[in-house]
């Protein structure tokens, strides 16, 4: 069983950046790992992905440019930096892990793909 620990989230201006950490329990070297965000009232929705070897990345349109993922096998950990951050960024953010080698499917955003979540850390944008 994987235990995922998300840190980092906090309240920072329009403009500003974060970087969020998702901690894990065990290795990662073989899991594919994945950042969502759910908004109050809306769906849970994929931002992020990367591939277990980190070779390869995937991002959701609205954050292309302004996100990047990235991770740190040895030390079991994975980043997600945040900047020119907005406020439609608000949101609980998730990271998820799926034993996965290479490439990540096209349909990497999708929930049930995900064998374990972390249980979110909070971003607020906001002046």
């Known amino acids: 069983q994987l235990q995922l620990v998300e840190s980092g989230g906090g309240l920072v201006q329009p403009g500003g950046s974060l970087r969020l950490s998702c901690a894990a329990s065990?290795?990662?070297?073989?899991?594919?790992i994945g950042w969502f965000r759910q908004a109050p009232g809306k769906e849970r929705e994929g931002v992020s992905c990367i591939s277990n070897s980190g070779g390869i990345t995937n991002y959701a349109d609205s954050v292309k440019g302004r996100f990047t993922i990235s991770r740190d096998n040895a030390k079991n950990t994975v980043y997600l930096q945040m900047n020119s951050l907005e406020p439609e960024d608000t949101a609980v953010y998730y990271c998820?892990?799926?034993?996965?080698?290479?490439?990540?499917?096209?349909?990497?955003?999708?929930?049930?793909?995900?064998?374990?979540w972390g249980e979110g850390t909070q971003v607020t944008v906001s002046s």
């Open positions: 065990g290795f990662l070297d073989y899991y594919a």
């Open positions: 998820a892990a799926v034993r996965w080698q290479g490439a990540p499917p096209m349909n990497w955003a999708r929930l049930r793909w995900y064998e374990y």
